[in-house]
């Protein structure tokens, strides 16, 4: 069976207009963005892509750069403005207003690297490197393993010291170096893409590969854990044009998978994303990536390039989108939005994006992690991934193990293992001089509990009784060292942060709760008030589970808060 591919036109409630409005545009900054832009298409869903251009090439995006952005792409100055202003990585400068310096290093904040020094880390370099640099602290960067994190422009430092940054910042070294990985070639001489093309010279069925997934039993890697194949029924039996969104924006404090296996297998991932658009009948393909990760950026513009150049098999069109530094950018909804060049919000639901998606056509969402065992299960069998797994569950999962561990890192363990069996055998023990004290089985949004609950399987469903869940199974270990209250107040100042500030729940209740947070004794009553409006009343994730490190600590660690 071929590959059918029906093109996307954007329906008529996303036409451009027929003129900007507004001030009028400088014309040396016309030029420079005509310059920038090239022969780029100036669509509206590609705002944020030609936003990137600027701050790229001028390390940040004037007014007069803005309002002829605007002019461009026959928008309002307000509506760009409005757009550029939502991301963290655009640095709106207003006129009058002093540009920042040429060169910003960020020093992740997030959990683990708190753990590791990254508070004392970012007072030694704005002492060491001055007023010429910026140096701002930063939400997780997805290097957990190699915590403590800082990033040079673009270029991340393991281990971080002020010495190293230091060193990296007089040598101007400011990109991303991509390692040694699996190029298209060497992909395929060992075999790759050999599945693919059999499901699309018609030698498997798409009702065959959907059982195989099906009896899998393979969930959502993203975190919502919802059934691949099911999904794929779903989407399919709805009217085509369908497209496909794969979230990689990954910015979950703790969760690192995602970028481990782009970095060194990517078309492993390419190759089930095929299969999955064959088998939905997918039109079009948009890969949303974080824009934390440069390497893998550029990683995947090289490896696309070269699969389209010279395909296995016919191929769906694949674009490759460039986040902006939002974690609210991970629900999906909000991703969809922000592929649509907007601002990052989420969508109140229904409809879900199966059915009224990216462009308001039917959209199957998923993890890369989860198309990444797409090729296995249909090459070895759904019994082969549902024959893995421990304590009654089935499966493979990627835990991202990061804290008080000997061997941090990306570790694949069978799915219901315990947070004691994976220290103990995947991740070399405790640290020296470390005892097990406390985990957070998913994350900042999975909630925490005390080394005492550490038999529990590790797995969809098996922590909900506890009032956590795994998630991404990003999975962080504290010690006799740490407090479970303080890692609490670490998250919560990350989801505070975060908020879009869409809804009021999420948007104040995080901001109350992180100060309620910072008294030595917790006003319980209060926090737990705040807890059911935001678990309640909130639109997303984000501030549905935000009260989950709260509740933990109050229920399991409650002589540290009263």
């Known amino acids: 069976m071929n590959q059918v591919i029906i093109p996307i036109k954007a329906k008529a409630k996303d036409k451009r207009r027929g003129a900007s409005k507004g001030r009028a545009s400088d014309p040396k900054a016309l030029a420079e963005v005509r310059s920038l832009l090239g022969a780029q298409p100036r669509r509206r869903d590609l705002l944020i892509e030609h936003l990137h251009k600027i701050q790229d090439s001028y390390g940040h995006i004037s007014a007069a750069h803005l309002v002829a952005l605007a002019r461009e792409m026959k928008l309002a100055a307000a509506e760009v403005y409005e757009v550029a202003t939502f991301y963290h990585h655009f640095d709106v400068v207003k006129e009058g207003e002093t ?103 018609g030698k498997r069925t798409p009702n065959a590969v959907i059982n195989a997934m099906e009896h899998s039993g393979l969930r959502g890697l993203g975190g ?24 990689i924006d990954e910015g979950e404090p703790g969760t690192f998978k995602d970028r481990y296996y782009l970095e060194r297998d990517p078309h492993r991932f390419l190759e089930g994303l095929i299969i999955a658009a064959w088998a939905v009948q997918i039109s079009e393909v948009y890969i949303y990536l974080r824009d934390e990760y440069a390497g893998c950026r550029a990683i995947l513009e090289r490896e696309i390039k070269a699969l389209q150049k010279d395909p296995p098999c016919p191929i769906p069109p694949i674009h490759l989108r460039r986040g902006a530094g939002a974690y609210i950018c991970g629900e999906e909804s909000a991703m969809v939005e922000s592929i649509e060049g907007k601002r990052g919000m989420p969508r109140l ?39 893995h797994g421990r304590n009654g569950r089935q499966g493979l999962r990627s835990f991202s193990v990061s804290g008080r561990v000997n061997k941090p890192g990306v570790h694949l363990a069978p799915a219901g293992i315990t947070v004691k069996e994976l220290i103990a055998e995947y991740c070399g023990g405790m640290l020296p001089g470390h005892r097990f004290y406390a985990y957070l089985p998913g994350g900042a949004s999975g909630g925490i509990l005390p080394a005492t609950m550490g038999d529990i399987p590790l797995d969809f469903d098996t922590l909900n009784q506890y009032g956590c869940f795994i998630g991404s199974a990003a999975v962080i270990i504290l010690s006799g060292k740490d407090r479970a209250a303080a890692a609490a107040r670490n ?60 509740r933990s600590v109050m229920k399991y660690f409650p002589d540290e808060v009263k």
């Open 224 to 247: 919502a854990g919802f059934p691949a194949g099911r999904k794929w029924k779903i989407v399919r039996a709805e009217p085509a044009p369908r497209v496909m969104a794969v979230n």
């Open 349 to 387: 639901r229904p409809p879900y994006l199966a059915q009224v998606g990216l462009f308001g056509y039917p959209t199957l969402e998923h993890n890369m992690e989860t198309l990444y065992w797409v090729r296995d299960i249909v090459e070895k069998g759904g019994d082969w991934f549902a024959s």
């Open 99 to 201: 540009p920042p310096p040429a060169l910003t290093v960020r020093v992740c904040d997030s959990l683990t690297c708190e753990l590791s020094g990254a508070n004392e880390l970012l007072l030694g370099l704005k002492r060491a490197l001055g007023e010429g640099v910026r140096v701002l602290p930063a939400p997780c960067v997805g290097r957990c393993e190699q915590a403590p994190v800082a990033v040079v422009g673009q270029n991340p430092v393991a281990q971080a010291t002020v010495d190293k940054v230091r060193q990296l910042v007089a040598g101007e070294k400011t990109k991303c170096a991509t390692g040694k990985y699996k190029t298209y070639a060497n992909y395929r001489n060992e075999g790759g893409y050999a599945i693919a093309a059999e499901c699309l010279a």
């Open 491 to 550: 998250v919560m100042k990350f989801f505070a942060d975060e908020s879009c500030g869409q809804c009021t729940p999420c948007r104040v209740g995080t901001a109350k709760a992180g100060k309620l947070m910072q008294e030595p004794k917790w006003d319980q009553g209060l926090l737990e008030e705040l807890s059911g409006a935001m678990a309640d009343a909130s639109i997303c994730g984000l501030g549905q589970a935000a009260p989950n490190p709260i």
